[in-house]
């Protein structure tokens, strides 16, 4: 039996089509310096690269 890693688990969502959306970095503290665009910005979610998707897939063997 496969273990899902938690970790990736809790912070990586699939869509519907399969591909993995992830959440940006850069937005948990020190937001006095950042502007008002760029926090907005941070806020929408990101697709995974697909170099970087296939080592999370292996992290997460049931979908």
């Keep these: 039996m496969l273990k899902t890693n938690k970790s990736v688990a ?14 940006r970095a850069f937005k ?5 310096k950042k502007t008002r665009k760029r926090k907005r910005h941070l806020r929408r979610s990101a697709l995974v690269s697909t170099v970087e998707a296939r080592r999370i897939r292996r992290m997460l063997p049931y979908g």
């Design 10 to 23: 809790k912070r990586i969502k699939t869509t519907a089509r399969g591909k993995l959306k992830r959440t």
């Design 28 to 32: 948990g503290h020190i937001l006095t």
